[in-house]
């Protein structure tokens, strides 16, 4: 079942009878690449953003959910969402390759698309909030194939476009690329939703 479906199959009860709907934990997981194909820069590199398919950002859709906005009114009611980021991760697809040269990483909201490699959207910080974060610590051991990044309680709700039910994101990274020429990986984002009806 796609994951954009789980989010509104949650949604159902809510219209149905007007009560709370809770889920402590909705992943919903995004290929780098799209197509399985290998993308993204390698070759051990030094790292500052990932660029995917020759831009710096790239686009998670949420689908067509209307409930998906801070407030909306169904009937006499008055819904509230929020969809709390718990965590972040990177999942490598390409064989061989790992993240153990990573030593920090960053998930930011972008205002908008890159246009190409040399296009920044987040090259003012203030523009690009920081939705979850890795830092290798001394005694850390290298992540291999699994890099996982802590949430800070970002509410997505309020940077998912209202217009296209997507999210636009950068990757900020520090230390050295996978040693392949270049690879894939899957992204996934371990939400909480929440969504509650009030009446006047």
């Not at 780098?32 to 686009?59: D, E, K, M, Q, Y």
């Not at 974060?133 to 990044?149: F, I």
């Amino acid at each position: 079942m796609p994951n954009r479906t789980v989010i509104a199959l949650m949604l159902l009860p809510l219209l149905g009878c007007f009560a709370q709907v809770e889920n402590d934990s909705i992943v919903l997981t995004h290929n780098l690449c799209g197509t399985g194909t290998n993308c993204v820069p390698g070759g051990g590199a030094p790292l500052s953003l990932i660029t995917v398919s020759g831009s710096n950002t790239f686009t998670v859709s949420f689908g067509d959910q209307p409930l998906l906005q801070p407030s909306t009114a169904v009937g006499p009611a008055s819904l509230t969402t929020s969809l709390l980021l718990n965590q972040a991760a990177f999942d490598m697809e390409t064989s061989g390759a790992n993240f153990s040269g990573v030593t920090a990483a960053q998930l930011l909201v972008a205002p908008r698309q890159s246009t190409g490699p040399g296009d920044d959207p987040c090259a003012a910080p203030a523009n690009c909030p920081v939705l979850a974060s890795y830092t290798k610590g001394p005694a850390d051991p290298a992540p291999d194939q699994h890099l996982a990044l802590q949430g800070n309680g970002s509410d997505l709700v309020n940077y998912i476009d209202q217009a296209s039910h997507s999210l636009i994101v950068e990757i900020a990274a520090q230390g050295t690329a996978p040693s392949a020429p270049s690879w894939n990986a899957d992204v996934s984002m371990d939400m909480a939703l929440k969504s509650r009806a009030k009446f006047p």
